[in-house]
């Protein structure tokens, strides 16, 4: 069955390319021939075989191997679904993880990913609200970087007709982190100040979009020079060089004051200087520890570094500055309805126009490394994606800086992947 | 001059008596007669005399004395306007600052007394928003609590011809605090649960009065048993007696997740379990450390309790529990558009009757020492008013748990405060 599907989803990865454009007509009409292979399902229990990207030790880049895996549709258990994962979101959790440094990723072997898209090609019997062809987003604490996905039912989200699965599998993660930020902690109004760091990546962007629903605020965004065009036609009203400016005193410049919200990423010193930066009545968000991440592998000096510059307060010294802090991990929020309803909101502002989420890049599965390195390098502008379909012999890596091409169809192409991949035993479900 | 307002003045403390009626129609009527007055300010600069509240010293009740000072008009400085003062706000800070706990009020001997109101009598030549007969709501960092005070035209604030020199004295600490945690810090909205402690106080009722402008707000007050019926139908949903329960026990009876915002103005463990019972995206705001006070005088233990159950929190706790903690200190906001703003949404909710202060009780500035232990032994709900009119010696002290009594007038009574008074030189102004 899955095997049906193979060349239908080997045409995709050249569509899905060129991410800022609408999404082709083809990536639609994918959709009912995905669906129409679930009667396929009934024939006897074939085990359903595929790829999945799975950590197998803490470290470098070379510690996430490509793996083939197998698993049988009858496992799905009551409440839950079977996702033929499209695009998959890369974070900056995985890069922590990948080091030994994200608690929720459970020790490896595992395999990785918390966001995804795809189309759903089975459901456990109880499940009535989602059905075989729905095109949904996915999410899971990990486990997504597969070509299938069991996933919770109320853990998949549809999609409009208009959003790409690149642009699905790039949206719940960065946008929901901004969302119940700015409007669930802060109370972002019109009129307010926002301090948005690494302004170009994932996070940024979606943040960017978000204060732009709201009239008249003025977003400060810190992304290395070559990246200002872009975040600046994006909406940032001040971008600003962190590399070779200091931002604090760029910001007082502007705004003597200071500003109203700072969402930190980054943790450690910068944490510090937000919060020296905040207005009365201000908050400052930390939703990351990005400075713990230096090199490849863990840097303890880094972490050292990081956590000893960690901002501790006490309660006197908030009373004083009438200054709010607030810490905010998407990954601990375990409150279904609030998944659901920001996810509604999202759809919304999207099928409005408001926000779509810019895609950086899309790698193959045996391009993960590239992928990563790409973030770690502070490289992308928006969305890093993973593609589960095998990559084609002639393809080169592509991000948004090159022309995508299209060199056809070769199913030979999964030879790049056999030094990696194992076939491991039966069944990989969490 | 002020001499010709005595009677007048003298009649105003029976009527104040009964703080939760409607301002009597005596009150309307005092207005005209007090601006009447300035006319009489052109003639040759006779100094005004006028008692007031001086700290001597850090330490018991007695380092607060009834003194009698003298300025003149011509003192005024631009931007200033002169205000007879017709009743002044008691806050715990004064409770604080009395034991020189209160780090905005400068070293004895010092006029106490942040808030009143009352009518203006004086402008500085450069003010042409403000004008003599203006019944007013004014503010300064100290030195409200005098029969006359000279305060900046723009720390003064017009209040409606239905709202009561009381409860305009009672208005503008207590409901900007309230009013700027719920909507300026936290983000009160539909549907939220927020703790009020000390609900029956002057921020709790002003906080349980503002939660009801928000549909479906759950409010859980702290309280002792005594004061139940009263802050339930003043909108509590749910009433808890401190003394005898363990609120976070009771709390989550009722709401296994906990809840919202926490308004926290006791500091010490409070905060602590304050935080504990936040549900994600919750936020605390610790406005004040009433658990510094117990005795009378500075109790070293309660402070260095206070202060060693003190929360300290890092960022990663914040994270990984998704919390906000945030200090909120009126004291330190400086943003004069900010007070403005606030003030005029609260005369709004005034005249729609959504927020009606509520008068614990009034006290001469000859019985400040049972005003303050009110306060200090919780007995209150509401705001104590502090009235600069001199008591007659008929009348007895009253709060709104007794039967206002009008007795007469009688001039003598001034004769009570002469055991503390002491005239002092010349124009006391900061």
Redesign the interface.
């Known amino acids: 069955m899955s095997g049906e599907e193979g060349p239908a989803q080997q045409q995709e990865p050249e569509q899905v390319k060129k991410p800022d454009e609408p999404p082709p007509a083809e990536a639609a009409e994918a959709k009912p021939e995905s669906s129409s292979s679930s009667p396929a399902a009934a024939e006897e229990e074939q085990p359903i075989s595929y790829r999945a990207l799975v950590l197998t030790g803490y470290g470098g880049y070379d510690k996430i191997k490509l793996q083939v895996k197998s698993m049988k549709k009858s496992q799905l258990k009551a409440g839950e679904v079977l996702v033929r994962v499209k695009a998959c979101g890369l974070n900056f959790a995985e890069l922590l993880g990948r080091q030994g440094l994200y608690?929720l990723l459970p020790a490896p072997p595992v395999t990785m990913g918390m966001e995804g898209s795809g189309v759903i090609e089975a459901v456990a019997e109880d499940v009535t609200d989602r059905k075989v062809g729905d095109r949904v987003i996915a999410m899971k604490r990990h486990g997504m970087w597969q070509e299938v996905a069991v996933v919770p039912a109320n853990r998949t989200f549809p999609i409009p007709e208009a959003m790409s699965f690149e642009e699905a599998a790039a949206l719940p993660i960065n946008y929901m982190t901004a969302y119940?930020m700015l409007?669930?902690?802060?109370?972002l109004r019109p009129g307010k100040s926002v301090l948005i760091h690494m302004a170009a990546g994932g996070v940024g962007i979606a943040a960017t979009q978000l204060c732009q629903t709201v009239q008249d605020v003025t977003i400060f965004g810190t992304a290395s020079a070559s990246k200002h065009e872009t975040i600046s036609q994006g909406g940032v009203t001040h971008p600003i060089d962190y590399r070779t400016k200091d931002y604090v005193t760029e910001i007082r410049k502007i705004n003597p004051k200071g500003v109203d919200i700072v969402l930190d990423p980054l943790?450690g010193a910068d944490?510090q200087k937000g919060f020296g930066l905040l207005k009365?009545?201000g908050?400052l968000?930390?939703?990351g520890?990005a400075n713990c991440v230096t090199g490849q592998k863990k840097n303890l000096l880094a972490m050292a570094k990081t956590w000893y510059n960690?901002?501790?307060?006490?309660?006197?010294?908030?009373?004083?500055?009438?200054?709010?802090?607030?810490?905010?991990?998407l990954g601990?929020?375990?409150?279904e309805e609030?998944f659901e309803r920001t996810l509604v909101k999202l759809m919304e502002l999207y099928q409005q126009g408001k926000i779509k989420p810019r895609i950086d890049s899309c790698y193959h599965f045996e391009e993960v490394t590239e992928a990563m390195k790409r973030m770690h390098d502070r490289q992308n502008i928006g969305k890093v994606i993973l593609i589960p379909e095998p990559k084609k012999s002639e393809e080169k890596p592509q991000s948004n800086t090159e022309e995508a091409e299209n060199v056809g169809e070769n199913e030979a192409a999964v030879s790049d992947q056999k030094e990696e991949a194992a076939v491991e035993v039966e069944a990989e479900k969490d």
């Open positions: 608690d119940m409007f669930e902690m802060a109370n943790g944490t009365p009545l908050m968000i930390v939703f520890t960690q901002l501790t307060l006490n309660t006197l010294k908030l009373m004083q500055t009438n200054k709010a802090i607030a810490g905010f991990h601990y929020i375990t409150d609030l």
